[in-house]
């Protein structure tokens, strides 16, 4: 097994001309910070290999452009133990004392790597025991000393002033802080956000912390999140974090800032009662944070007051299922390959059309295989001036013929909510190259108004498929996001799918045409497309109902 960052953290460090200031920061800390507790409690603090890269890279500048940095938002979610408050910690107090920016020497005429002389750092949590915490380690990491570095330092039960007049501070800030608003703090560390929900004051705490470093000069004051991984469907800003790192990497957002550390182990632990590949995968998630003791967290885990989430959760670094979720995030990553269908392949294609709200969808299945591709996806951008978009219907048209000239159709199915002239001109169009059609009443015509027991039949089985490790699908990330969005939902049919609510902006629209998909392509074997496209000439049409 071997551990995988499933962020955007690169597994190499940044070109050297970038890392001015990472590199000051590694040198500072281990020159002037102290382990804050356990059996070197007191001796001089040491990064590990892990944390060096990650430092590397949030205090990575371009030298082009005035050396601003590369990030503006760092999230790392990591296991229970791995670290994440020592470090915090620490990079806190570089922030507070140390070389943490990028300043211009003019009589060298040369950037170095200098202080902030007015540093303003926050450790901020909803309650005030998560900033105990936080601000308890920082004590630590000072010790008794009075002065660091050749400043002064007064490290009390509440606040560390350091400066000559007291001019740098680090406080603790939770949501009940009154004054929090309109403060201008130059470095704020957020600490286990999956606790952040709207009911605790974290989306408020966090609005407002990111308008408060909005105000920097030049950008320069950031924002260091530390979470384990979150609960899907609390909607903590840990979640609405990782919301925002899917939109950034898929496109969908004009934000480019964020620097997202998370590892896990390549092969999911899918039964935890499989003590070998538990081991296995604790060895991988724990990186080098070897001070974690594997045979003590498995004990944990099979503690019978420990649930299963809360094992995957804090020990494996998992993102759980929400409890009404239609397939687990690790049965869809297990599917998930490089593979595309081949040009020329015989295939299926599933339709699900929108207007404006909802996305729309083309996907594809290879009639052999069954592996699934998304051919286009159309999404409201989340970008200012998209409030009155709607989906381009020319590109849809274009992305549908262009399917047609790739592969050999031999069934689709498409929803015609929205779309049904469009459906009607590409069965026109289309009609004698495909095998079979899908229904009696059109040859493309799969309209979910009507044919509620197929699709739930079809997403049952879909369903089973994943569970089975019987299906793969081409890893693009929308497919992969909209089947994880996906929720049960019980009809007099079975189990179908849905959204996990009406105006929920967690669109589903792929996974639906990956089901109608799937449904095509199962209509056309059992009416024996594979048996009878060798038989046929091409272009007639066989199978009509």
């Given at each position: 097994?071997?551990?995988?960052?499933?962020?955007?953290?690169?597994?190499?460090?940044?070109?050297?001309?970038?890392?001015?200031?990472?590199?000051?920061?590694?040198?500072?800390?281990?020159t002037?910070?102290?382990?804050?507790?356990?059996?070197?409690?007191?001796?001089?603090?040491?990064?590990?290999?892990?944390?060096?890269?990650?430092?590397?890279?949030?205090?990575?500048?371009?030298?082009?452009?005035?050396?601003?940095w590369?990030?503006?938002?760092?999230?790392?979610?990591?296991?229970?133990?791995?670290?994440?408050?020592?470090?915090?910690?620490?990079?806190?107090?570089?922030?507070?004392?140390?070389?943490?920016?990028?300043?211009?020497?003019?009589?060298?005429?040369?950037w170095?790597?200098?202080?902030?002389?007015?540093?303003?750092?926050?450790?901020?949590?909803?309650?005030e025991?998560?900033?105990?915490?936080?601000?308890?380690?920082?004590?630590?990491?000072?010790g008794?000393?009075?002065?660091?570095?050749?400043?002064?330092?007064?490290?009390?039960?509440?606040?560390?002033?350091?400066?000559?007049?007291?001019?740098?501070?680090?406080?603790?800030?939770?949501?009940?802080?009154?004054?929090?608003?309109?403060?201008?703090?130059?470095?704020?560390?957020?600490?286990?956000?999956?606790?952040?929900?709207?009911?605790?004051?974290?989306?408020?705490?966090?609005?407002?912390?990111?308008?408060?470093?909005?105000?920097?000069?030049?950008?320069?004051?950031?924002?260091?999140?530390?979470?384990?991984?979150?609960?899907?469907?609390e909607?903590?800003?840990?979640?609405?974090?990782?919301?925002?790192?899917?939109?950034?990497?898929?496109?969908r957002?004009?934000?480019?800032?964020?620097?997202?550390?998370?590892?896990?182990?390549?092969?999911?632990?899918?039964?935890?009662?499989?003590?070998?590949?538990?081991?296995?995968?604790?060895?991988?998630?724990?990186?080098?944070?070897?001070?974690?003791d594997?045979?003590?967290?498995?004990?944990e885990?099979?503690?019978?007051?420990?649930?299963?989430?809360?094992?995957?959760?804090?020990?494996?670094?998992?993102?759980?299922?929400?409890?009404?979720?239609?397939?687990?995030?690790?049965?869809?990553?297990?599917?998930?390959?490089?593979?595309?269908?081949?040009?020329?392949?015989?295939?299926?294609?599933?339709?699900?059309?929108?207007?404006?709200?909802?996305?729309?969808?083309?996907?594809?299945?290879?009639?052999?295989?069954?592996?699934?591709?998304?051919?286009?996806?159309?999404?409201?951008?989340?970008?200012?001036?998209?409030?009155g978009?709607?989906?381009p219907?020319?590109?849809?048209?274009?992305?549908?013929?262009?399917?047609?000239?790739?592969?050999?159709?031999?069934?689709?199915?498409?929803?015609?909510?929205?779309?049904?002239?469009?459906?009607?001109?590409?069965?026109?169009?289309?009609?004698?190259?495909?095998?079979?059609?899908?229904?009696?009443?059109?040859?493309?015509?799969?309209?979910?108004?009507g044919?509620?027991?197929?699709?739930?039949?079809?997403?049952?089985?879909?369903?089973?498929?994943?569970?089975?490790?019987?299906?793969?699908?081409h890893?693009?990330?929308?497919?992969?996001?909209?089947?994880?969005?996906?929720?049960?939902?019980?009809?007099?049919?079975?189990?179908?799918?849905?959204?996990?609510?009406?105006?929920?902006?967690?669109?589903?629209?792929?996974?639906?045409?990956l089901?109608?998909?799937?449904?095509?392509?199962?209509?056309?074997?059992?009416?024996?497309?594979?048996?009878?496209?060798?038989?046929?000439?091409?272009?007639?049409?066989?199978?009509?109902?």
């Amino acid at each position: 097994m071997v551990a995988i960052q499933t962020g955007n953290l690169p597994h190499t460090l940044p070109p050297p001309e970038q890392m001015l200031v990472s590199r000051a920061v590694v040198r500072w800390a281990e020159t002037y910070l102290l382990y804050p507790d356990g059996p070197v409690a007191g001796q001089p603090w040491r990064f590990t290999a892990e944390q060096k890269r990650f430092l590397a890279w949030w205090y990575a500048t371009d030298p082009n452009n005035g050396h601003k940095w590369l990030y503006r938002r760092g999230i790392i979610q990591r296991i229970k133990g791995w670290g994440k408050g020592p470090l915090g910690a620490a990079i806190a107090l570089v922030e507070l004392l140390g070389p943490c920016r990028a300043v211009y020497d003019r009589s060298a005429h040369t950037w170095r790597a200098g202080r902030n002389p007015t540093a303003w750092v926050q450790f901020a949590a909803v309650s005030e025991k998560q900033t105990a915490n936080a601000f308890d380690m920082a004590r630590g990491l000072i010790g008794n000393r009075k002065e660091i570095d050749g400043i002064p330092v007064d490290s009390g039960l509440t606040r560390i002033y350091a400066g000559a007049n007291n001019e740098r501070r680090l406080e603790p800030v939770t949501a009940a802080f009154a004054t929090l608003e309109g403060a201008r703090p130059t470095f704020v560390l957020a600490d286990e956000t999956q606790h952040w929900t709207d009911s605790t004051g974290g989306h408020k705490l966090a609005r407002v912390l990111r308008r408060n470093l909005g105000k920097s000069r030049g950008g320069a004051a950031r924002m260091l999140v530390t979470t384990n991984a979150f609960a899907p469907g609390e909607q903590s800003v840990a979640e609405l974090d990782y919301e925002a790192f899917r939109a950034q990497e898929e496109g969908r957002s004009r934000t480019t800032g964020i620097l997202y550390d998370s590892v896990e182990s390549d092969i999911p632990v899918m039964d935890l009662a499989d003590e070998a590949t538990l081991r296995a995968a604790l060895e991988d998630v724990r990186g080098d944070a070897t001070w974690l003791d594997i045979e003590r967290i498995v004990e944990e885990i099979y503690d019978p007051a420990t649930p299963p989430a809360d094992s995957r959760r804090f020990y494996l670094n998992t993102i759980i299922a929400a409890e009404d979720a239609w397939l687990a995030p690790h049965e869809v990553d297990q599917a998930v390959t490089e593979l595309r269908i081949e040009d020329g392949r015989m295939v299926a294609l599933g339709f699900d059309g929108s207007r404006a709200q909802d996305a729309t969808a083309l996907v594809a299945t290879d009639i052999e295989t069954g592996h699934g591709e998304l051919l286009g996806v159309w999404e409201r951008p989340d970008l200012p001036g998209y409030d009155g978009w709607e989906v381009p219907r020319h590109e849809v048209d274009a992305a549908v013929h262009a399917a047609f000239r790739r592969f050999r159709v031999a069934a689709m199915g498409c929803d015609l909510a929205y779309w049904e002239s469009y459906v009607d001109s590409w069965a026109d169009a289309y009609r004698d190259r495909v095998f079979c059609a899908v229904s009696p009443k059109g040859v493309f015509s799969f309209d979910m108004r009507g044919r509620l027991a197929d699709f739930t039949a079809e997403a049952e089985a879909t369903e089973a498929a994943f569970r089975n490790g019987a299906i793969t699908i081409h890893q693009h990330p929308a497919l992969v996001r909209h089947l994880k969005n996906a929720r049960r939902r019980p009809n007099k049919y079975g189990i179908g799918i849905g959204k996990e609510s009406r105006g929920s902006e967690r669109k589903i629209d792929a996974a639906v045409a990956l089901v109608i998909a799937r449904r095509a392509r199962r209509i056309a074997l059992e009416k024996g497309v594979l048996q009878r496209w060798k038989s046929t000439r091409p272009g007639r049409l066989v199978g009509l109902f």
